[in-house]
């Protein structure tokens, strides 16, 4: 039978992970935020020292939210973090500190969408309810021979409906977890290997021979390039760091003000004046880029200096520690490295 096979070889084959075999719906919240988009080797630290800072979801509600962004930095999808952290307000004041258990309440917290509720839902609650992610996708489109482009609603419904009737219903949360290691480990993405497959017996793709043609992924979107000038500014041992807004892309952390097509130090001192900012100098300090899921942005870092830098709100003067002290994204480690030097050559 399919689900007593995938869990005999998921019991043999289970990696020794901090939150395998883990029952409490915090911590396996927390995991499974994280795990999104990231390796588990990646998360693994960040997982460890989030809950030493916050082992409790009462703990992460009474957190200032750049305290949370400061202990995510690097990981990336920063709305991760400050959904987490605004789900954790919700739970701690309107649900008496409990997770719901339920998908459909579940999904009422900022953060958590089908996948993620489904995976909370059956790891700690035992609910029967399957855990979507792209590793599922892959195995259930090839087990039934999925036809369909899997980016389309019809399609996705069926294999939901194929992955429910295949679920054990007296380990549902295993189950998840058995399906989501085998397309990880066995069912890669280009090139499954079905010789190692324990559930190859039942699986339609093989015994066609379109293992490698499945599962029929809608075409890829471009990513949008944008040239970005970096204006590394110091005065007096500080140097100029910028909070960015609310909401949008990487919203709520800390980078050094770059405005989209100020390619030279001219165009720089012009973006800077509008902050306020009187900069003189601009020498050169090289180029760094990061892509970002639909977005690159490629970036020339200049360095210049002023008599004086604004503090308000959104901008704020800081030395070596305090820059360090600023959650940052990664597309900024970089200059963030150059500032830092450079900061403590003028010592
Ligand atoms: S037999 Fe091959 S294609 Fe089918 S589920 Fe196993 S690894 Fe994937």
């Known amino acids: ?60 509600a009474e957190a200032p939210e750049q305290e949370v962004l400061k202990l995510w930095e690097g990981l990336g999808y920063y709305s991760r973090a400050r959904n987490l ?32 509720a489904g995976a909370i839902a059956s790891m700690a609650f035992d609910r029967p309810e ?44 295993d189950f998840n977890q058995a399906m989501m290691g085998l397309g990880r480990l066995v069912c890669l993405p280009g090139q499954p290997k079905c010789g190692a497959c324990p559930v190859a017996a039942h699986c339609a793709a093989r015994e066609r021979g379109l293992q490698r043609e499945l599962p029929l992924m809608p075409p890829k979107i471009e990513k949008k390039t944008e040239r970005r000038g970096v204006a590394l500014v ?37 973006c800077l004046g509008e902050l306020g900012v009187t ?27 002023a008599d004086a830098l604004p503090e308000n709100g959104d901008l704020r003067a800081v030395d070596a520690a305090g820059l360090d002290a600023l959650p940052m994204p990664t597309a900024m480690r970089a200059f963030r490295d150059m500032a830092n030097k450079m900061l403590k050559l003028n010592k």
């Open 279 to 305: 900069a003189r100098g601009g020498k050169r300090l090289g180029a760094a880029s990061h892509v970002f899921t639909h977005l690159v942005w490629k970036m020339e870092g200049f360095a210049f200096t």
């Open 130 to 173: 399957l855990a979507m992610d792209g590793n599922l996708v892959r195995v259930l489109a090839r087990l039934t021979a999925e036809a369909g482009c899997v980016g389309e609603a019809a399609v996705k419904k069926r294999l939901r409906a194929a992955g429910a009737a295949l679920m054990d219903l007296d380990r549902p949360g």
């Open 234 to 270: 110091f005065s007096g041992g500080r140097v100029l760091a910028r909070r960015r807004p609310d909401s949008g892309l990487l919203a709520g952390l800390w980078e050094f003000p770059n405005f989209q097509d100020a390619r030279d130090a001219a165009s720089l001192i012009e």
């Open 1 to 60: 039978m399919f689900s007593k096979e995938l869990l005999a070889w998921h019991d043999a084959h289970a990696r020794d992970l901090p939150w395998r075999g883990e029952k409490a719906p915090y911590k396996i919240w927390i995991s499974e935020i994280m795990l999104q988009q990231t390796t588990t080797q990646t998360v693994k630290g960040y997982y460890a020292r989030f809950l030493a800072a916050f082992p409790t979801v009462q703990a992460l």
């Open 85 to 116: 952290h605004r789900a954790a307000k919700v739970i701690a004041g309107d649900l008496s500190g409990r997770l719901p258990d339920t998908v459909e309440a579940l999904k009422k917290l900022p953060g958590i969408g089908d996948y993620t």
